[in-house]
């Protein structure tokens, strides 16, 4: 069986020449095929985005595509985000019921709460005409929305600033698994924030502990804690990992994700009108339009942009040979920007998701997959969801964002966040949806 074809050498020193982005030379990289080859460390890498590869690599296959070390591991350490083996079974099995069905009907109330106090706040803001930054709001509402959820209290001000860290610390992991990292190294450099971090985690544990439940009642923090009593597997150190595993990826790319569905909705506004205009406010036309505008947004901003995997056998990968040893990298911002699967991929469609049409390029598996898919799916994509959708429902009708400044690139980290603040100013809308 052939090998992928491989990008040149001398295509990727000129790419390191120019200081270009990771995701500028897969680009390139992908304009050989579905699946190509690229060096980007000592050992082989693909690129894989082609649907069929996607689906043979995370879905068909995972047990020869294996995840090795997460790069965030110096942040969560051995949460279900980087266990993997019968760890990763056993932590995912306890968490799976908390985040869908009915586990995420069980904090319906908290993320409704979360979103009436983001409502609140931008009323406030519209009243008074104090300016206010959309990302830093969108990252308090999932922030909110996470804490309330883990630990029945709603999220104060102390304890949304000392989590201010989490986003510090993976600001500075690296970009690819194949970029230089001294582990060590990192951990020392962000220590501080470590130490805030864990101080936080520490003081929930103990609260839970004690069984002290917030307002709202006992949350996924009290599950934790209850596991220990029956499995010496969690033991403080697993609680904690877990705990800062369900903060980071339960908010971050929930307050990207609805970052830039507003940079995108401010240069569409047609995009907004079409969806209040679905049906009125609960109905499911409405609901359903609202979630097409998350699910367009995430097509061209995918929670996980890079999904790395490593080749644990030979295999065959859609008639190409994968040698033991490669690194996978399979890249859903390019399989969702692939002309041939999503006519005009860059423009903004909300519509291509209104309708449950069998032909349409995410019904196909492998083609849409934001949030990844197979086993190691994201454990939180229902939730995620369910909360901007809520959120959005509160918001659409009542608020414009006017953007005084608007990042005009976006940075390719562990996920793909705006290159710079939102500041804006809020008005009520002026239909009066």
Do not use: N
Request: glycine share 8%; charged share 25%; with cysteine.
């Amino acid at each position: 069986m052939p090998l992928p074809p491989e990008l040149t050498p001398a295509a990727v020193e000129r790419w390191r020449s120019s200081s270009g982005k990771v995701v500028d030379l897969l680009a390139e990289a992908r304009e050989l095929g579905g699946i190509s080859a690229v060096r980007l460390g000592p050992r082989p890498t693909v690129l894989v985005t082609d649907p069929r590869a996607v689906q043979h690599v995370l879905a068909l296959h995972p047990g020869r595509y294996v995840k090795r070390s997460h790069r965030a591991r110096v942040l969560v350490g051995d949460g279900v985000l980087s266990a993997v083996g019968e760890p990763w079974k056993r932590q995912r099995r306890l968490l799976q019921a908390q985040f869908t069905g009915a586990g995420i009907r069980r904090y319906e109330q908290r993320i409704v709460g979360a979103a009436r106090r983001a409502a609140g706040r931008w009323a406030e803001c519209a009243r008074t005409g104090a300016p206010t930054d959309v990302g830093e709001d969108m990252r308090f509402f999932a922030l909110d929305t996470i804490w309330r959820s883990l630990t029945g209290h709603p999220l104060d001000e102390t304890t949304s600033r000392e989590l201010a860290a989490v986003e510090v610390v993976g600001a500075t992991l690296p970009t690819t698994p194949s970029a230089p990292a001294d582990a060590a190294e990192l951990r020392a450099a962000v220590a501080a924030d470590l130490a805030r971090i864990d101080a936080v985690a520490e003081h929930a544990i103990a609260a839970a502990r004690r069984g002290e439940a917030g307002p709202e009642g006992p949350g996924v923090l009290r599950v934790l804690v209850d596991a220990g009593q029956t499995h010496p597997e969690y033991t403080d150190q697993l609680i904690r990992d877990e705990l800062v595993t369900l903060l980071a990826a339960g908010h971050e790319t929930t307050a990207t994700t609805l970052s830039w569905l507003y940079l995108l909705l401010d240069r569409h506004p047609e995009a907004r009108r079409w969806a209040l205009d679905s049906g009125p406010a609960g109905s499911p036309e409405r609901e359903r339009a609202v979630r097409a505008l998350a699910s367009e947004t995430l097509r061209l901003y995918p929670a996980a942009w890079l999904i790395p995997r490593h080749a644990a056998e030979d295999d065959t990968l859609v008639g190409y040979h994968i040698a033991a040893g490669t690194d996978i990298f399979v890249c859903p911002y390019l399989t969702h920007r692939d002309p041939e699967l999503w006519p005009e991929p860059e423009r903004f469609a909300p519509e291509r998701f209104a309708t449950a049409d069998e032909g349409r390029p995410s019904s196909q598996h492998g083609a849409y997959y934001p949030f990844g898919i197979g086993a190691r799916a994201c454990l939180g994509a229902q939730f995620a969801m369910r909360e901007m959708t809520v959120l959005l429902e509160h918001l659409l009708p009542a608020f414009t964002p006017s953007f005084r400044a608007a990042p005009t690139s976006a940075v390719f980290g562990l996920t793909v966040r705006p290159d710079g603040p939102t500041p804006a100013t809020i008005t009520p809308a002026p239909d009066g949806s």
